[in-house]
């Protein structure tokens, strides 16, 4: 069975500033890998997924995520922050033709002027 | 295109009640998904439906849960009756086939007193 870990439950940070959010997986076979995110108050929106080729995955709001087989990792990375990106990220995981996602326990994105 | 739809946005009952959740896919999208997502925690697939067939229910706790989705468009979760621990948020998603990405309703926020 597939696992994912969310390291920081909570993540404050400046705005402007860079920001990270850690996510690691486990599993015994190959994956798809997602970033969605949760604004107050709204359903979850993906974000950006990794399916194969290029390890490093963008979105259009900035956002980016690398994946990397041999730390089993897929953290999120933004250079500048902004106060709309106040919300909540999930990572999730998913087998190839399995489509059921398996979520961590989300992190919260807080930015300070 | 309009996204999932959900009803109601809130619902508060006391425990040993009944209650139901309406989900509309997005048009044309064949795989519907529910998921809870207790607070502080990522969303836990429920049931997954193929038009109007299950194909997985595994996490679906059946003494209590049920979900039909007759026409295969829109779907029904019920829960009848209701414990404290059922307090959560219900999301919706569907995706045009099991091999797409979901996409996810605001959710109904139940809280059971």
């Known amino acids: 069975a597939q696992s994912v870990t969310q390291l920081d439950s909570q993540v404050p940070v400046f705005e402007e500033a860079p920001v990270e959010l850690r996510c690691n997986y486990s599993?015994?076979?190959?994956?798809?890998l997602f970033w969605y995110v949760q604004y107050p108050n709204q359903g979850l929106q993906l974000l950006l997924k990794?399916?194969?080729?290029?390890?490093l995955v963008k979105s259009i709001n900035g956002f980016e995520a690398e994946f990397n087989k041999s730390q089993t990792s897929f953290h999120l990375r933004k250079p500048s922050v902004h106060i709309s990106d106040t919300a909540e990220y999930f990572c999730?995981?998913?087998?190839?033709?399995?489509?059921?996602?398996?979520f961590g326990q989300g992190t919260r994105l807080t930015i300070n002027p | 295109e309009a996204g999932v739809a959900q009803s109601p946005r809130y619902k508060i009952i006391e425990k040993r009640q009944s209650v139901a959740f309406w989900c509309n896919p997005i048009?044309?999208?064949?795989?519907l998904y529910w998921y809870q997502q207790i607070l502080g925690q990522g969303p836990k697939l429920l049931i997954q439906?193929?038009?109007?067939?299950?194909?997985?229910d595994s996490q679906l706790p059946k003494d209590r849960f049920s979900a039909e989705r007759l026409k295969g468009v829109d779907s029904t979760l019920k829960i009848q009756p209701a414990k404290l621990e059922d307090s959560a948020v219900y999301l919706c998603?569907?995706?045009?086939?099991?091999?797409?990405?979901?996409?996810f309703g605001p959710g109904t926020r139940l809280t059971v007193l």
């Open positions: 998603a569907s995706s045009l086939t099991n091999a797409d990405t979901q996409y």
């Open positions: 599993s015994s076979v190959s994956v798809y």
């Open positions: 990794y399916l194969s080729g290029s390890t």
């Open positions: 999730a995981v998913t087998i190839p033709g399995a489509q059921k996602l398996v």
């Open positions: 048009s044309g999208h064949a795989t």
């Open positions: 439906f193929q038009n109007n067939g299950v194909v997985d």
